[in-house]
């Protein structure tokens, strides 16, 4: 199972992608570059979530919570008490880890069922959004605004634009291969068996505490720390954006369209949907109010209607039927 | 009454069922025998509409009905009393029965039946505001039973009756079939338990992976060998 | 489904390819005679409301310009707006401003931008060097970013402290404690802050907190709140909504036994009336309520009486609020910017915005400023004050703060 | 004692409310398992329709229920029939999705059509105040009090009594054994869900009369009744009714006693503490 990851690992296709991640950012211009950047984000942050939600079935919402630590905290040290925000990501992160591995926790003790998890994370999120709102060490409903990105690395500071490509870039990669790599291990074995059966999986003598708990803290910490990522390149940490279910319902969108419990499908979704909704908002939002969000929608269903399944198994049936030798991989 | 040509059914391309044909004429009481995964249940399901079949043909009073709904067929009378049961475990007895008779050639007959339904089984009657989940498992199939009976059954599909009931209440089922039976009810009953079945039935199918290993009177099926080798599932 | 599967493939590739493809279509150049103005907006999402009001008085005043002969000293350019919508999200602000700055090529930036979008816009503003102008965000964190709202300090929290304090001394009012009421929203927050140090400062007991949940569909609860604490004045910054909602739960709790002040929509919005109905507005508004506004019929300006007047009968815009005089009043000081500026170059531009002087009396002066309106140093108006005004039963205003612009004395308390 | 009276009666009468919200979603969710993330943005679309009506024929919310019921039923019914029927044994999660784009939809077509302005909707009884004692009650809230009960009331006995209400629960309680009863499942689940909207637009015009309306607000109607919804055990009628008491009631005292960030958490950490400890939701009997 391992062999598998490494050969992941040393596919030429990185080499394809670092050859072209060198080569197009310094021609893109500024803003299609950001909407790169932007997308690989939310590559990372719906692998990240894939662990969890994908992998073992958990339809987490609180990630909103793991991302606003990894944005606000970090935000909110350095300001406040001029924490360095390297210091600010690890700290957020072992905070996001430890949130996460209660809430995996509560899930595992009060035997909650799918959507009672479901809303009881809602919930959850909610409430985030009402004590960032409410605090003002973390900016209250206004947010914190960040000094400007110098390019500082030391103080975690990337100098914007192609800076921030190669970090999300990194990190985007990262979340993906770490997917490939758990669903390449027991643990992914382990959390496919409990998200398909999970009185199975007891049975069997499966600790599903410990495997819960993992996949939440690694997706957990992950989010965190892409969301620390994300805030230095925003600058701004906007409560309204970084800590409310509306990014979580986003990312689950993405992942969910684009296939679920693959190591490729969330992102694929993401590198679809976020380009997608930019570009019809940058056509369109000088229009009829409204208009380009309407057609995103329509476009969401009819992907739903026509790939029930996600996109990336309705490619890969594509695919397939083209080169039925390749098929084989999944 | 009933005629199955060529049938083959099956889930997500690959067939359960592989080319059956059997017949079933008015008044008669066959068996279906067969281990378990032999296909019985998916072949009784195809009968009632829950799955549309690859090919093949099913007939039932001289009419095609193989593209019909589980709905229309319903309406034409053919009813199946499903393995397990299936009650409504929330509703009262009352209820279910009434569900039973809730298709539109039925509806309007509904007390008669329940009279009917009622008499044949006395036991009901105690029980008709309880709610049906609280039943045994006996009462269970006699209420499943009645339902079917509700909806003014031409043909009765029973699915493994005897199914986890107690020796007792397997005689007193059996004993409720021959009565139906000498009705005029057509009957196909699905068993494992060979024994019973060929001694009831007159003809008998029996299924071995998706296919009808032997058919004939029931006599015939006892004595071929073929069949307790289909039975084991060897 | 009526499209096959392989032809959405054909065209959702080809909306990829496209946007692929886009950057490196370049545009050609925009004519020399027009000057692009991108406007990014909140035309979808919660805040809608403001940019739906702003933008058809926006739009009037540029077409005015235009008709007027466009940009003078810039051999008659006429303006052209290049419209974005962010969603309600600072994310998306900052989005849009870089593709209209980039991709667009505008020369100027403005919109509603709201604090949080002020905030989220700062990095590309310093990054890309555009001189911008914000309608509404109360406070301009980047260099090139100059505002038109009211500062939270020496603008919302000052004029509605200042206020207070001429109700007890001047008008000998009873006011010893007050319980702040705000909508919980970034401004809200911000100005309260402020006001609560200065009321307190002034000798005011601050009582209670009643923090308006803006996602609410009724603030009964928090008027119960209110009433239990019964304070002698209610102040705070609150949104149109939460006003339309507050007001009505002081009717239904038919709560009399404090003086409601502040501002700036929730309190004054000449539209208040519609969205309470008549015979609500009739028993709230009229008493013991003051609200803050920067612009009002019944102020003693004619400037400004005159262009209510041709917003509602010449634009035919039915809903003439602070967003509307606003906007109004951007697209004034754009035209003065680009008038004044020695060229269209954004250094020429910034030394413009900074050399603004619409002084008190110009007929371009749309809003209450009795010392006129240029930018301090902060980029904020250096006049941030604003009037406060009292409703009358004929839902007409009559300002009753400052002494400038006021017409009569406030009623006092019923 | 006035506020906690006070505090007390708003806490019904909004409760009432979200219980009737939710009560379409319960029965929703009973027969089809959908979740419907864009509940919300109908109970919208019932407002803007009452609007539409007003501005057009200058019709009150309550009488435009006679075109708008019908209206929102045969939309429901639609919806279902070409969207989420062919989901039928899909991943739930995906079915949500399929919900929000709907919700996409819906939220931003109104903004098309009506703009982004607050807009209000009059209605005779809209200043009618009750006075009982220390505590005022607004007419509009007793009516949909009334009302939410009376319609939760009818649909009990429609469940009980009647061959569709039977059909309903049979579908609920086992689809496959109501398919072989001669029961069209797939025709029941859609006409549930249209009357689940029918509903809403019955809820949507009892709310209307004081609340001013904007296109953006589906989600906060969502989420709040989904969390009545999850109290009261998801497809129990009492228990819905129940859990929209507690969440309005917990909301209105939380903002009266508490105020700020404190009250506001009280309806989500009620909420999160009855799921952990009864996850069933508030139904008394443990089957099921």
Redesign the interface.
């Known amino acids: 199972m391992r062999q598998e990851f490494y050969k992941t690992l040393m596919s030429p296709v990185w080499l394809v992608i670092l050859v072209l991640a060198a080569v197009l950012p310094p021609l893109l211009p500024s803003y299609y570059l950001h909407i790169v950047i932007l997308s690989l984000v939310y590559v990372a942050l719906a692998s990240a979530w894939n662990i969890v939600g994908g992998m073992a079935g958990q339809i987490s919402l609180a990630h909103s919570l793991f991302i606003g630590t990894g944005a606000m905290l970090s935000t909110a040290l350095l300001l406040k008490l001029g924490v360095n925000m390297w210091l600010g990501l690890v700290i957020s992160a072992v905070i996001s880890g430890a949130m996460g591995a209660m809430i995996a926790w509560i899930d595992f003790r009060f035997q909650l069922g799918h959507l009672s998890f479901v809303l009881i994370t809602l919930a959850f999120a909610e409430m985030g959004t009402v004590i960032v709102e409410g605090w003002d060490f973390l900016g209250g409903a206004s947010g914190l605004l960040l000094p400007q990105d110098k390019g500082d690395f030391l103080a975690f500071q990337f100098g914007g634009g192609i800076g921030a490509f190669w970090v999300m870039l990194v990190l985007a990669i990262a979340s993906i291969l770490i997917n490939v790599a758990i669903l390449n291990a027991p643990l992914g074995y382990y959390l496919r068996t409990i998200r398909d059966n999970e009185n199975a999986a007891r049975a069997i003598g499966v600790n599903i505490l410990r495997y819960k708990v993992a996949a939440m803290v690694i997706s957990a910490m992950l989010s965190s720390v892409i969301g620390t990522a994300y805030v230095r390149y925003l600058t701004f940490a906007d409560p309204y954006l970084l800590v409310s279910p509306i990014i979580i319902i986003e990312i689950v969108l993405f992942a969910t369209v684009g296939g679920l419990g693959r190591a490729y499908g969330p992102a694929f979704g993401a590198l679809l949907l976020v380009p997608l909704g930019e570009i019809l908002r940058g056509k369109l939002g000088g229009t009829l109010p409204g208009l380009h969000y309407f057609i995103y929608g329509v476009v969401v269903i009819a992907v739903i209607l026509m790939s029930p399944r996600g996109l990336l198994p309705l490619f890969e049936k594509w695919f397939s039927r083209a080169r039925p030798k390749a098929a084989t991989t999944k | 009454m009933l005629e199955v040509d060529h049938l083959v059914t099956g889930y997500g391309g690959v067939p359960v069922l592989q080319d059956v044909s059997l017949t079933l004429s008015a008044g008669e009481i066959v068996g279906l025998l067969g281990a378990n995964n032999a296909g019985k249940t998916t072949l009784i399901n195809s009968l009632s509409g829950m799955y549309a079949p690859m090919s093949g043909r099913i007939r039932f009073e001289g009419q095609d009905v193989t593209a019909m709904t589980p709905k229309q067929r319903v309406e034409i009378g053919i009813i199946q009393v499903p393995e397990g049961r299936l009650v409504f475990p929330e509703m009262s007895v009352r209820e279910n029965l009434l569900l039973g008779g809730i298709n539109a050639r039925a509806r309007t007959h509904r007390p008669r039946q329940m009279d009917h339904v009622l008499e044949l089984f006395p036991r009901l009657q105690e029980r008709l505001g309880q709610k049906a989940g609280t039943l045994s498992g006996g009462e269970q199939q006699m209420l499943a039973i009645g339902r079917a009976l509700m909806a003014e059954a031409k043909l009765l599909m029973l699915d493994e009756p005897s199914l986890g009931l107690s020796p007792l209440f397997v005689q007193y089922i059996f004993g409720i079939i021959d009565r139906l039976h000498a009705e005029g009810l057509s009957i196909l009953l699905i068993e494992q338990n060979l024994n019973l079945t060929l001694r009831h039935a007159q003809r008998c199918y029996v299924l071995e992976r998706g296919k009808v290993a032997v058919e004939g009177a029931s006599d015939v099926v006892k004595d071929d060998p073929r069949t307790r080798r289909a039975y084991l599932g060897l | 489904m009526t499209i096959t599967r392989r032809e959405f493939a054909v065209g959702a590739s080809g909306v990829l390819l496209g946007s692929v493809a886009a950057p490196f279509v370049r545009r050609a150049g925009a004519a020399d005679s027009t000057i692009r103005i991108g406007v990014v907006n909140s035309m979808s999402g919660g805040l809608a409301a403001y940019a739906q009001e702003g933008q058809p008085a926006f739009e009037y005043i540029i077409k005015k310009i235009n008709a007027e002969g466009g940009i003078k000293s810039k051999g008659g350019a006429k303006i052209e707006l290049i419209q974005a919508d962010d969603t309600s999200q600072p994310a998306r602000t900052a989005t849009e401003a870089r593709r209209l700055i980039t991709e667009e090529k505008v020369q100027l930036l403005t919109g509603t931008i709201l604090s949080a979008q002020m905030l989220a816009l700062t990095p590309v503003l310093d990054e890309l060097k555009m001189p911008t102008l914000s309608v509404w965000a109360g406070g301009a964190r980047s260099n090139y970013m100059f505002t038109l709202g009211y500062p939270y300090d020496r603008g919302y929290a000052q004029s509605m402290h200042d206020f207070v304090v001429f109700l007890r001394d001047s008008e000998k009012f009873n006011i010893k404690t007050a319980v702040m009421g705000y909508s919980n929203y970034e401004a809200g927050q911000q100005v309260n802050k402020f006001l609560h140090e200065k009321l307190k400062a002034s000798g005011i007991e601050i009582i209670g907190e009643a923090p308006l949940d803006i996602k609410a569909q009724d603030q009964t609860s928090a008027m119960v709140r209110i009433r239990s604490l019964k304070p002698d004045v209610v102040v705070g910054l609150v949104t149109p909504r939460d006003g339309i909602l507050l007001h009505q739960a002081r009717y239904n709790l038919n709560y009399h036994g404090s003086i409601f002040c502040g501002g700036t929509g929730g309190y004054s919005d000449l539209s208040l009336w519609k969205d309470l109905g008549p015979e609500i507005g009739k028993a709230v508004l009229t008493k013991n309520l003051f609200g803050m506004t920067g612009f009002s019929a019944g102020a003693k300006v004619d400037s400004m009486q005159k262009i209510i007047t041709e917003l509602r009968d010449v634009a035919k815009l039915d809903r003439i609020g602070q967003g509307a005089i606003q906007y109004a009043q951007a697209g004034r000081v754009l035209q003065q910017v680009l008038e004044t500026s020695a060229s269209l170059e954004r250094d020429a531009l910034l030394d413009a915005f900074k050399k603004v002087n619409i002084p008190f009396g110009d007929p371009n002066l749309y809003v209450a400023k009795p010392k006129g309106l240029q930018f301090a140093e902060d980029r904020l108006l250096v006049d941030g004050s604003a009037m406060f005004i009292q409703w009358t039963p004929d839902q007409q205003q009559q300002v009753v703060f400052p002494k400038e612009f006021a017409q009569t004395a406030p009623r006092p308390r019923a | 004692m006035?506020?906690f009276l006070?505090?007390l009666a708003?806490g019904l009468l909004?409760g009432s409310t979200y219980g009737l919200l939710a009560l379409g979603m319960g029965l929703v969710y009973g027969v089809s398992g959908v979740?419907n993330f864009s509940h919300g943005d109908f109970i919208s679309l019932g407002m803007f329709l009452c609007l539409a009506l007003y501005s057009a024929l200058a019709l009150d919310p309550y009488v435009s229920l006679v075109i708008t019921v019908p209206l929102m039923t045969v939309i429901g019914g639609l919806v279902y029939w070409y969207?989420l029927r062919?989901?039928v044994g899909?991943?739930?999660?995906?079915v949500?999705?399929?919900t929000?784009?709907?919700?996409?939809?819906l939220?931003?077509?109104?903004?098309?059509v009506f703009?982004?302005?607050?807009a209000?909707t009059?209605s005779v009884v809209?200043?009618k105040?009750l006075?009982l004692g220390d505590v005022?009650?607004?007419v509009p809230h007793v009516i949909a009090f009334v009302v939410s009960f009376a319609m939760a009331i009818g649909l009990y006995i429609m469940l009980r009594s009647t061959?569709f209400g039977?059909?309903i629960?049979?579908v609920h309680?086992?689809a496959?054994?109501?398919?072989?009863?001669?029961?069209?499942v797939s025709r029941v689940q859609t006409l549930t869900f249209a009357l689940g909207i029918g509903i809403l637009a019955i809820a949507a015009a009892l709310?209307l009369p004081?609340?001013?309306i904007?296109?953006?607000?589906g989600?906060?109607y969502t989420?709040i009744t989904?969390?009545v919804v999850?109290l009261g055990g998801?497809t129990n009628f009492v228990g819905i009714m129940l859990g929209g008491l507690i969440i309005g009631l917990s909301?209105?005292y939380?903002?009266?006693?508490l105020?700020?960030?404190l009250g506001?958490?009280l309806p989500?950490?009620i909420?999160?503490l009855i799921?952990?400890?009864r996850?069933q939701g508030l139904t008394w009997s443990s089957?099921?």
């Open positions: 006035a506020e006070q505090a708003q909004i979740v969207l062919p989901m899909h991943q739930f999660l995906m949500v999705q399929l929000l784009g709907l919700s996409l939809v939220q931003n077509g109104i903004l098309m703009g982004g302005q607050p209000r009059p809209e200043s105040l006075i005022v009650v607004r061959d039977r059909s629960r049979a309680q086992n496959h054994a109501a398919a072989l009863m001669g029961i069209d709310l004081g609340t001013p904007q296109p953006a607000q989600l906060r989420v989904l969390i999850a998801m909301e209105a939380g903002t009266i006693y105020s700020d960030t506001m958490l989500y950490g909420f999160v799921m952990l400890f996850p089957s099921r």
